[in-house]
């Protein structure tokens, strides 16, 4: 009976998908960490207030401290039948400023934002003048000196495919497996002094995009040749690399799903 009771329950919660953004200036990451704020922290405490039941909220992407997202996935279970209107106002009534949900939809039952995610696309904002503006310094990282835009575009193609990614990961990254599958790879150059780089792949070991990110600035500053690519790729070793981007430039800009058409 007890079995039949906790089935019923089973079938009777429903699946809320949100799609967020957020500015991570404030924040040590999405992942909730003890005695530090986090985009998950404060999202699910503002979940379980609003719906008035304890809950998980899960994301797509553990985005690292102080790095953005203008298209986050999460989702939470709920047995309440309040209309999603009402729940989209009432989180975004009591979250602070620096995240909003953007969308929420009812979606299968299974569905589940990381495990579901086939691929996700993340762009890193430069700029390469003398005077960064003020109201960019928490968004964009400035690179002084001259660097060589043509050198760097050819090295980004390097990415670009099945590789290991061991040189290109944080020390204490303990993914299971260094392998990742890069389908873009690509700088924009912008108005004003202004650059980006686009990067879109299936999974990204942490701090991945920011060490790559900094391993084309130092090519483009000449400290690497374009040459010396394919034998960092075999060594396998974080060292040789260029260092690690600020977080500020950082932000994760979609998230691809698996077809579903309830997802």
């Known amino acids: 009976m007890k079995t039949n009771q906790t089935s019923d329950l089973q079938r009777e919660m429903r699946t809320i998908k949100l799609v967020l953004e957020y500015d991570g200036t404030a924040y040590s990451g999405w992942q909730m960490q003890p005695n530090a704020p986090t985009v998950q922290g ?15 909220v899960n994301g797509s992407s553990r985005t690292d401290a102080g790095v953005h997202a203008r298209f986050q ?3 939470f279970k709920t047995p309440s039948r309040r209309p999603i209107s009402d729940i989209m106002k009432g989180l975004n009534a009591m979250l602070p400023d620096d995240i909003r949900v953007c969308q929420m939809d009812e979606v ?5 934002p990381r495990a579901h995610a086939i691929a996700k696309t993340y762009r890193y904002s430069m700029f390469t003048g003398r005077k960064l503006p003020v109201f960019e310094r928490l968004y964009c990282t400035q690179i002084r000196g001259r660097i060589n835009l043509a050198r760097m ?39 004003n002094d202004h650059l980006e780089y686009i990067i879109s792949g299936n999974r990204f070991l942490h701090n991945m995009v920011r060490i790559i990110v900094g391993t084309l600035i130092w090519i483009g500053k000449g400290k690497m040749k374009i040459e010396e690519l394919p034998a960092l790729f075999e060594r396998k070793d974080r060292r040789f690399a260029g260092p690690t981007a600020p977080a500020k430039g950082l932000f994760l800009e979609n998230i691809r799903f698996k077809e579903d058409k309830k997802c």
């Not at 405490?45 to 008035?52: D, I, K, P, R």
């Not at 299968?108 to 589940?112: L, R, V």
């Not at 390097?158 to 040189?167: A, C, E, L």
Request: overall charge negative; charged content about 25%; some cysteine.
């Open 42 to 56: 404060v999202l699910q405490n503002v979940v379980e207030t609003v719906m008035n039941h304890s809950a998980t």
């Open 73 to 75: 996935v999460a989702a």
């Open 108 to 112: 299968d039952p299974n569905f589940h």
């Open 153 to 191: 575009e050819k090295a980004a193609e390097y990415f670009i495919g099945t590789h290991d990614f061991s040189s290109f990961r944080a020390a204490d990254c303990s993914a299971r497996t260094t392998i990742r599958e890069i389908s873009e790879s690509r700088f924009n150059k912008l108005q």
